[in-house]
């Protein structure tokens, strides 16, 4: 069974930035690409980013474009992403996640989820 770890969270100033990590416990054939998601007090799961182990796609939402990068560490199994630019809209806990498809953006499409960050953004 594979288990992802978040870290990197915590407070920060608009304006500035955090790198998260995501620590995986294993890397199975099974998986094919890794997610970031956010969910807000009172909000449904948002997805933020995503990057596809095989081809290194990357997918970003449109409101982190420009300002958010998803990368990886293959030797560590970790993927990370760097947040710059923050805005106090950015608070949220932040999950990664594992999915089996090639392309997935929403929740239902990723099989391994972790426990999640805290980022919030003051302003």
């Known amino acids: 069974q594979v288990q992802l770890v978040e870290s990197g969270g915590g407070l920060v100033q608009a304006g500035g930035s955090l790198r998260l990590s995501c620590a995986a416990s294993?890397?199975?054939?099974?998986?094919?690409?890794m997610g970031w998601f956010r969910q807000a007090p009172g909000k449904e799961r948002e997805f933020v980013a995503a990057?596809?182990?095989?081809?290194?796609?990357?997918y970003y939402a449109d409101s982190v474009k420009g300002r958010f990068t998803i990368s990886r560490d293959d030797a560590k199994n970790t993927v990370y992403l760097q947040m710059n630019s923050l805005e106090p809209e950015d608070t949220a806990v932040y999950y990664c996640?594992?999915?089996?498809?090639?392309?997935?953006?929403?929740?239902?499409?990723?099989?391994?989820w972790g426990q999640g960050t805290q980022v919030t953004v003051s302003s």
């Open positions: 990057e596809t182990w095989s081809d290194l796609n990357t």
């Open positions: 996640a594992a999915s089996g498809r090639k392309i997935a953006t929403t929740p239902g499409m990723y099989r391994y």
């Open positions: 294993e890397r199975t054939f099974s998986i094919n690409t």
